[in-house]
């Protein structure tokens, strides 16, 4: 079972910067397709981001373009997820997921992913 660790939440104000990252020890990590997702309670969990095995191809939520920015570094197996311009809304729990094909559009579907982090918050507020 491959094991996803979360990090990088926090409290920021409107206008501020995040950068979450999402860490495995797993030596296949360069092999699966990485999704970004964020729950609120008492909501469904929304896909904000996904990636290809090799980075190249990427995809964002319409909530989310042009503010955050998904990339991967297999080498150190890690995806990042840079956020920029954080809103109020964007306040969440955020977790990576891991898949093995690439869904194109789909990968937004939180329904395909197998493997999951423990998620981390991320707080906008003045």
């Known amino acids: 079972q491959l094991q996803l660790v979360e990090s990088g939440g926090g409290l920021v104000h409107p206008g501020g910067s995040l950068r979450l990252s999402c860490a495995t020890s797993e030596d296949t990590f360069h092999l699966y397709s990485i999704g970004w997702f964020r729950q609120v309670p008492g909501k469904w969990r929304e896909g904000v981001s996904g990636?290809?095995?090799?980075?190249?191809?990427?995809v964002y939520s319409d909530s989310v373009k042009g503010r955050f920015t998904i990339s991967r570094d297999n080498t150190k197996k890690t995806v990042y997820l840079q956020m920029d311009s954080l809103k109020p809304e964007d306040t969440a729990v955020y977790y990576c997921?891991?898949?093995?094909?690439?869904?194109?559009?789909?990968?937004?579907?939180?329904?395909?992913?197998?493997?999951w982090g423990q998620g981390t918050q991320v707080t906008v507020s003045s």
């Open positions: 990636i290809n095995f090799g980075g190249g191809s990427a």
């Open positions: 997921a891991t898949e093995t094909i690439w869904r194109g559009p789909m990968a937004l579907d939180p329904s395909g992913y197998k493997n």
